[in-house]
């Protein structure tokens, strides 16, 4: 199995609810990864876990809170997000620490705020 | 810091011709590069990647890129293409930072092939 699998695929939401997205693996691998990418632009990352704990977060606002119940999943909760939020969701693992291999990604979350 | 630039925008290719999606890497020290292909609406695929070892890497749907060290290089590469590779292609590379590896894509090439 070589799969990442997030859910739901589509989200709209209004700039006052709470949500969250899911993203599952079962590849053994210890990093995981969330990527947030807009129309025409690359994936740009937004927090890595490694062994369950929070390993980078590149300056990402506080409505976006992400936690890892354990190895194999990974949730992003959003709360008071704004329309410029929009944009499609990706959920990434790798083997982690000490292994340097590639990144497997998921269909992602196309999420739309109004 | 390490990162990856492709310059290509856009890669217009009529169906059967050959195409090359150019992609240069700034490093100071060991590089581990990797070419993703995404079409609408969906994840990242991974094409194929370049760890150590043989600098001629082939990967999935008939795809193939060198690494050059010495131009800093890895240049995605195919003989003859489909209707069915119009996608984005990424270009990437891994960093070791903060106790983890984490994946720094390039701006993306548009790749649209015309019957």
């Known amino acids: 199995d070589t799969e990442v699998t997030q859910t739901p695929k589509h989200l709209v939401m209004g700039m006052t609810n709470k949500k969250s997205l899911k993203c599952e693996q079962h590849?053994?691998?210890?990093?995981m990864y969330w990527y947030k990418q807009k129309a025409k632009k690359p994936p740009e990352l937004m927090f890595v876990?490694?062994?369950?704990?929070?390993?980078i977060n590149e300056s990402v606002p506080s409505r976006f809170s992400p936690e890892c119940p354990n190895s194999s999943l990974l949730n992003l909760h959003l709360h008071a997000l704004q329309p410029e939020d929009s944009a499609l969701y990706l959920c990434?693992?790798?083997?982690?620490?000490?292994?340097?291999?590639?990144?497997?990604f998921g269909q992602g979350t196309r999420l739309t705020v109004v | 810091a390490q990162s990856v630039t492709q310059l290509d925008s856009q890669v217009p290719v009529f169906e059967e011709a050959p195409v090359e999606l150019r992609c240069n890497y700034s490093?100071?020290?060991?590089?581990?590069l990797f070419w993703y292909v995404q079409y609408p609406n969906q994840g990242l695929q991974l094409l194929l990647k370049?760890?150590?070892?043989?600098?001629l890497v082939k990967g999935i749907n008939g795809f193939e890129a060198e690494f050059n060290k010495s131009q800093t290089s890895f240049h995605l590469r195919k003989p003859s293409v489909h209707i069915s590779d119009t996608a984005e292609y990424f270009c990437a590379v891994s960093v070791w930072t903060s106790g983890t590896y984490k994946y720094i894509f390039g701006t993306g090439t548009r790749l649209k092939v015309l019957a």
């Open positions: 370049y760890l150590s070892g043989s600098t």
């Open positions: 876990y490694s062994y369950e704990k929070l390993s």
């Open positions: 990434a693992s790798s083997q982690g620490q000490g292994h340097n291999t590639e990144a497997f």
């Open positions: 590849m053994g691998h210890r990093a």
């Open positions: 490093s100071s020290v060991s590089v581990y």
